[in-house]
Structure formats: structure tokens, C-alpha cells
Nanobody, 112 residues
Framework: QVQLVESGGGLAQPGGSLRLSCAASGFTFSEYDMSWARQAPGKGLEWLAGIYNDGSDVSYVDSVKGRFTISRDNAKNTLYLQMNSLKPEDTALYYC?????WGQGTQVTVSS
């Protein structure tokens, strides 16, 4: 069965960085486009970034463009999200997403 396990969240200071990882299993990772999404307290799910199955194209929501970078390693069945210049409004539960599936999420808290 599809499993997506996010890791790498934690507490960061404003302006700091974190790198999220998502270990994927139960499907042929290299054949599927993947995304990251987040849910802030009291808000709905927000799509953040997507990447083609072969990594040839990426896209971002405007609020993270230039600060976040999505990437993947198909040999390791792993999806990444490098987050730089973090802001308090980036505080949320971050999810790795395959259409119709998501993991348990990893908490990111940005605070001084």
C-alpha cells in the first residue's frame, strides 16, 4: 500500500531554514508527480509546490516562490522540500502528497 512518511520538521527561527524529506513506498515513485502541501492552525490545506515525476519541471505557490525548493531523488524514493527564509506564517503541518494520498505530516514551527 502507498506510504508517505514525512520528516525534518521542527522549530526554526524567522529567517532560518529547514529541509523536509518524504520517504515513499508502495508505488513506483519515479512514475508519479509529487507535491508538498501544508495546513496552518485553523486554516485549510494549502498546496505549496509540485514536481514532475522525472524532476524536469517544478511549480510553486506565490507565497513560497523564491524561498522553498522542491526536489526528488528517484533512486532513493524520496521527495524533499528545502525551506529558506522562514517566516512565522510558515508555521503549519507539512504534508507530502501523491494524488489521493498523503502522509501523517511533519510540524514546522517558526518562532523566535
Amino acid at each position: 500500500q502507498v506510504q508517505l512518511v514525512e520528516s525534518g520538521g521542527g522549530l526554526a527561527q524567522p529567517g532560518g531554514s529547514l529541509r523536509l524529506s518524504c520517504a515513499a513506498s508502495g508505488f513506483t515513485f519515479s512514475e508519479y508527480d509529487m507535491s508538498w502541501a501544508r495546513q496552518a492552525p485553523g486554516k485549510g490545506l494549502e498546496w505549496l509546490a509540485g514536481i514532475y515525476n522525472d524532476g524536469s519541471d517544478v511549480s510553486y505557490v506565490d507565497s513560497v516562490k523564491g524561498r522553498f525548493t522542491i526536489s526528488r531523488d528517484n533512486a532513493k524514493n524520496t521527495l524533499y522540500l528545502q525551506m529558506n527564509s522562514l517566516k512565522p506564517e510558515d508555521t503549519a503541518l507539512y504534508y507530502c502528497v501523491l494524488t489521493g494520498y498523503w502522509g501523517q505530516g511533519t510540524q514546522v514551527t517558526v518562532s523566535s
